[in-house]
């Protein structure tokens, strides 16, 4: 895989990480993802989380990636959002995803960092509300 091939699967994941994500084939088996309010967890509890933030929004989460800069097996993306959740608030953050790539191309591992604050007191509570309507999603 060509470090052009790493900046393209790195963009796709940002761009769809709110509408349910990127074909599994494009993960390790032993993907791991860090986020500024989860701290570490295994790809399986992260992956249905995205899956359940593409339901939250009226129309899909906007990313706008600001900046790129690529490393042997590692992407750091600048990016932005914007959306309307589903209880009609306007919810945006400013994010740095660091991604990692194993030997065969595949994401291995993603740390997330955000404005934890933004999203617990816009976010979070949006999530809460349609957990509580849709139980056992």
Known sequence: MTSEDRIALAREFVLNVAQGGIALAHFADEFTVWTTTTGLIEGVDYLPR??????LWLEPLKMTIE???ARHDCVVLAARS??????GDTYGN???????F?????INHV????DAERLER?????LNTWQALNPGR
């Open 50 to 55: 995205m899956e359940r933030a593409g339901h």
């Open 67 to 69: 900046t790129v800069i």
């Open 82 to 87: 914007h959306g309307v959740l589903f209880t």
């Open 94 to 100: 400013d994010y740095l995803f660091v991604i990692e």
């Open 102 to 106: 194993d030997k065969h191309g595949k």
């Open 111 to 114: 740390r997330e960092h955000y």
């Open 122 to 126: 816009i976010f979070r509570p949006a």
